[in-house]
């Protein structure tokens, strides 16, 4: 079974480093047919005629080319863009024709309103290759766009010795899977068989003729060959008669030049000198660094050094080698202790080699993170890969923990080693990753199980068959195959189940229109906008807002975004700050968590699609198996109407009987000052129902309309009311007559009367004119002191102010030619359209793995990109434009152009 790197990376919510961090395998799938070069291309294979075309478009084996039209040479017109399949058709160079002795004419649908001798004179004449560089290169069909896919078995290299960069042999390809060949020493058997794994831009191997091309190197047979010839060995003669037949490998047979780097085919002088020490990875163990000497300087380019430890080991290097760093770096960064180079013996002459005579010094490994995940080969040859984390970054080295079958080691390596390669390599090139005690999916995970087909299946809740009639609420959710979904913040497309039980609170003629499901897209705007489909589906909003809205004993979950939502009404602004997900694994219990709250079916929407059978049956149970608990405990009966006249209400005598006066008081002030915002509540349905009193006869009571109504949303910016309900009273309270007599003695002390005060009658202190008249004392009084202002200086002055920068123009959108009608891509088509961009083409994935199709992609923007997805600033800035050039393109083709709306064929 092969290792699941969405399963590892969403369970310990790692990330792996992004492929484009690794130069080797970018190198290997990058495609060598570049855009906008003039080529040639069959037209008819039986009568072996081919015409011009322009490279429009290269994703993977298929390419996109538009005939030359002899009527406008220029104008590139997608009535004549058409696929190519490179597997079957191929591409030539311009002038492939005239070489080989070919027709060059237009085809059919192309006939020109005039003759032409020679198509070639007419190219040159026209200014086509001015225009268009001229391909130089042919690709036959089946031939590859890549290394990856033109490197075959039968391609023959020259493989230098491991130790003696003077002796070579000759090799010959047995498979290549993502550029790891496997190769097979050139001999007399006529049989091939691997006798070592390489990547094919290892420094070992070169093309066939540098021994020719150069005199100082020979071939030199391999130990392992003279064992060969049934144990005895082959005589010098047979040898000879091999080396020779290097020199005569057809051109075919030869590794193509393009896969060898410039560096190693023109390598650079070094500067080191013999005895000079260094530090270098062990190269054994590679856990830590080791003291050598250079122990023989063989040519300008190259240099044999030897642990100073271990004098038997020696090691080939060059000054470019990513394996060696000066001693003072090691022991800066405490790979090396200064005291343990006391006890080392060296030679009196040995010096320590300096820090510029390391080439490799100069590039630093500063994109890679720590906890990022990858792919590391502990060997070629037995084609070990494992698992590897980042522990820590130094400068060109990487310390990295593996996961091995035999436990974990920590390793050192360069980030430019060609033994790195990005997560999900070697299941797409069919090879093993072992995965060690890196992850085990049993561990931490008892609800979620894997399949035969390696699908993880989530149980949601237990089933149950038969409807019991029980008190306590039953667990009726079957368990459905559910993905895991990786913990990123795109959401999968929310569905509305409208045939499953909606409660009271939404309308189920309301949920028929809501459209069948919304997304996918950013967690935050799908379920943004299914919860304001929900509230508009009910029939009063408020309630729905109310059970939603998040209190203020309970504040915001962590992970949660908190949306302000409103509801419908013609009279009050209905609103309340209501809780939203931000990552796709919340998704499912928040859409869970809805329901319950508002009392209907589970499966009434969420990221399942549920057909006319409800895996919950909740169209044939009782309906109180839908609430929640605390609402069956206080469970109310339905409302009903009662015919005559209302009865007086019977006050039954309480415990909290005595207090009903102050609480009646504090109702009303509270009722004067209504706030705007809703609460959170227990029940889900009103109670108007009367209760049974005393010998079992019904009493009826005045509504609570605080609780059923919507609060009020009157302003009086500031100012209190006058509590009217104090007024209308008969007599006032012994409290209210103390602070009259308080407020009026206050007064008398402030203005003291020539004669000493009179206390006011009881009468007067009644009277509804006295309590005004004090009150608007009060008040006077209040307004008559003066406001102190402080009048303050210039927050700044002109001269102050910096001078702006000028304005530039924006970026201009890229023109480009659509093959078909984005609003038709699926999310495969537009990763492969994006994979042909050479700035995003890294990102193309992300599409795919997200479900992002053609609608989604031309909604995107910028602030949309930077919230969503973690990317760089300026990786979000190229898939802007790319947005903002296809969406140009789709209303030029689409919408104003008239062209006819045909899905794409992508491969």
């Not at 010959?172 to 899977?177: G, L, Y």
Request: charged share 25%; hydrophobic share 35%; proline share 7%.
């Amino acid at each position: 079974m092969s290792f699941d790197w969405d399963l590892y990376l969403s369970q310990s919510g790692s990330v792996m480093v992004p492929e484009e961090m690794f130069s080797h395998y970018v190198a290997s799938i990058k495609s060598r047919l570049e855009v906008d070069k003039l080529c040639e291309v069959e037209v008819d294979a039986d009568t072996a005629q081919y015409w011009v075309a322009v490279v429009r478009l290269v994703c993977g084996p298929l390419v996109q080319l538009s005939y030359i039209n002899p009527d406008a040479p220029q104008d590139l017109q997608p009535s004549h863009t058409f696929w190519l399949d490179t597997k079957t058709r191929g591409v030539y160079n311009f002038g492939h024709s005239r070489q080989d002795g070919l027709i060059l004419a237009p085809p059919a649908h192309l006939k020109s309103s005039f003759s032409v001798e020679c198509w070639y004179d007419w190219v040159t004449s026209q200014g086509l290759t001015s225009v268009w560089q001229s391909l130089d290169t042919s690709f036959p069909p089946g031939g590859g766009l890549c290394p990856v896919d033109s490197l075959r078995p039968g391609h023959k290299f020259e493989l230098r010795s491991e130790l003696e960069p003077d002796q070579f042999w000759g090799v010959t390809v047995t498979e290549n899977r993502g550029g790891l060949l496997g190769l097979s020493y050139d001999s007399p058997e006529l049989k091939l068989s691997t006798d070592l794994y390489c990547y094919y831009l290892d420094k070992r191997l070169y093309p066939c003729g540098t021994v020719q091309k150069n005199t100082q190197f020979t071939f030199v047979v391999p130990e392992k060959l003279k064992e060969k010839g049934g144990g005895l060995g082959y005589p010098e003669q047979v040898w000879k008669v091999v080396q020779q037949s290097f020199s005569e490998i057809r051109g075919e047979l030869q590794a193509p030049s393009w896969c060898f780097e410039k560096e190693k085919l023109e390598p650079i002088q070094h500067g080191f000198e013999e005895r000079m020490l260094l530090t270098v990875i062990d190269p054994v163990k590679q856990d830590r660094f080791r003291v050598a000497m250079v122990e023989k300087v063989l040519n300008e380019f190259n240099f044999l050094i030897s642990l100073l430890e271990e004098p038997n080991i020696q090691i080939l290097c060059q000054g470019s080698s990513q394996n060696i760093v000066p001693i003072s770096w090691s022991i800066e960064n405490k790979f090396l202790e200064k005291a343990s180079l006391q006890n080392m013996s060296c030679s009196p002459l040995s010096k320590i080699a300096g820090k510029t005579l390391f080439l490799a010094m100069t590039e630093n490994c500063c994109n890679f993170e720590v906890g990022q995940k990858l792919e590391f080969c502990q060997s070629f040859t037995d084609r070990k890969f494992c698992i590897g984390s980042i522990l820590e970054t130094n400068g060109h080295v990487l310390t990295l923990e593996i996961f091995p079958e035999t436990g974990k080691y920590t390793i050192l390596t360069s980030w430019r080693s060609l033994h790195l390669f990005p997560a999900g390599w070697c299941k797409d090139n069919g090879l093993e990753l072992i995965s060690g005690e890196v992850f085990d999916t049993s561990e931490g995970n008892q609800e979620a199980e894997l399949t035969d087909d390696n699908t993880v299946v989530t149980e949601i809740l237990e089933a149950v068959n038969e409807v019991e009639q029980v008190d306590k609420p039953v667990s009726f959710v079957r368990p459905l195959p559910l993905p895991l979904i990786n913990d990123s913040s795109w959401c999968p497309p929310i569905y509305f189940n409208h045939l499953c039980y909606s409660a009271s609170f939404l309308s189920k003629h309301r949920l028929e229109s809501l459209p069948r499901y919304i997304g996918a897209g950013p967690v935050r705007l799908v379920m943004r906008e299914v919860l304001s489909r929900l509230i508009g589906s009910s029939f009063k909003s408020g309630a729905v807002l109310k059970k939603l809205e998040v209190g203020e004993d309970r504040g915001r979950r962590p992970d949660f975004w908190l949306e302000n939502m409103k509801g419908k009404s013609r009279v009050l602004l209905l609103q309340a700050d209501v809780e939203i997900p931000s990552k796709t694994s919340q998704v499912p219990a928040f859409c869970r968590e809805v329901c319950q709250k508002l009392s209907c079916c589970p499966y009434l929407f969420g990221p399942q699609l549920v057909g006319e059978e409800c895996p919950s049956a909740c169209n044939s149970r009782p309906k109180s198996h839908f609430q929640v608990e605390g609402e069956q405990a206080g469970g109310r009966n339905s409302r009903r109407g009662r015919k005559g006249r209302k009865r007086p209400k019977v006050a039954e005598e309480s415990a909290t009987g005595g207090d009903n006066v102050a609480g009646g008081e504090s109702s009303e002030s509270a009722s004067s000052s209504p706030s705007c915002s809703t609460t959170v509540t227990s029940n889900t349905t009103r109670d108007n129902s009367p209760e049974l009193g005393e010998g079992g006869k019904r009493k009826y009571g005045p509504k609570n309309w605080g609780e059923l109504l919507p609060p009020s949303e009157i302003r009086t910016r500031g100012a209190k009311l006058p509590t009217f309900s104090q007024q209308l009273k008969v007599r006032p309270s012994k409290k209210d007559v103390e602070e009259l007599e308080k407020l009026i003695a206050a007064k008398c002390e402030e203005s003291p009367p020539p004669s000493p005060p009179r206390p006011p009658s009881p009468k007067l202190l009644r009277s509804k004119t006295a309590q005004a008249a004090l009150l608007n004392i009060e008040v006077a009084k209040v307004e008559a002191e003066p406001e102190v202002k402080t009048e303050l200086g210039p927050a700044f002055t002109m001269d102050q102010m910096s001078q702006a920068p000028p304005y530039r123009e924006p970026p201009p959108i890229r023109h480009i030619t659509l093959p078909s009608n984005p609003l038709l891509w699926t999310s495969a088509d537009l990763a492969d359209f994006l994979a042909c961009q050479s700035d995003v083409a890294h990102m193309a994935h992300l599409f795919k793995e997200e479900q992002v199709d053609g609608q989604a992609f031309l909604l995107l923007n910028l602030p949309t990109v930077l919230e969503h997805w973690q990317l760089r600033l300026s990786e979000a800035i190229m898939i802007a434009r790319h947005v903002e050039s296809v969406k140009l393109a789709f209303y030029k083709q689409f919408v104003f152009g008239g062209q006819r709306r045909e899905r794409g064929v992508w491969g």
